[in-house]
Nanobody, 126 residues
Framework: QVQLVETGGGLVQPGGSLTLSCAASGRTLSRFTVAWFRRAPGKEREFVAAIRATNSNPYYQDSVKGRFTISRDNAKNGVYLEMKSLKPDDTAVYYC???????????????????WGQGTQVTVSS
């Protein structure tokens, strides 16, 4: 079992930055593909970014490319999402998800992830 806890959310003005953290306990996160998803009010949950266990290659939703960076720190057993140039459309609850056996074609599919955190709210507003 893996327990995931997200932190770092908050209120930020448009154009601002935030870094979300996903801390894991119970297992070594380096063995897992880890992703960030988000759910905006009235919308479906959507894929934001992922980083694979095998090669740490990052993958991004088109709308966040060039603004968001996903990374992992194996020594701290954590994964991070650095968000820059934030827009009001980025407002959502952000969730960390992990899976040990995820194949590449499932990377953006929420239902294929076994472990989830409780989410952290990000609000982009002036």
């Amino acid at each position: 079992q893996v327990q995931l806890v997200e932190t770092g959310g908050g209120l930020v003005q448009p154009g601002g930055s935030l870094t979300l953290s996903c801390a894991a306990s119970g297992r070594t996160l380096s063995r897992f593909t880890v992703a960030w998803f988000r759910r905006a009010p009235g919308k479906e949950r959507e894929f934001v970014a992922a980083i694979r266990a095998t090669n740490s290659n990052p993958y991004y939703q088109d709308s966040v490319k060039g603004r968001f960076t996903i990374s992992r720190d194996n020594a701290k057993n954590g994964v991070y999402l650095e968000m820059k140039s934030l827009k009001p459309d980025d407002t959502a609850v952000y969730y960390c998800a992990a899976d040990e056996r995820l194949i590449l074609s499932s990377l953006r599919t929420a239902r294929d992830y076994d472990y989830w955190g409780q989410g952290t709210q990000v609000t982009v507003s002036s």
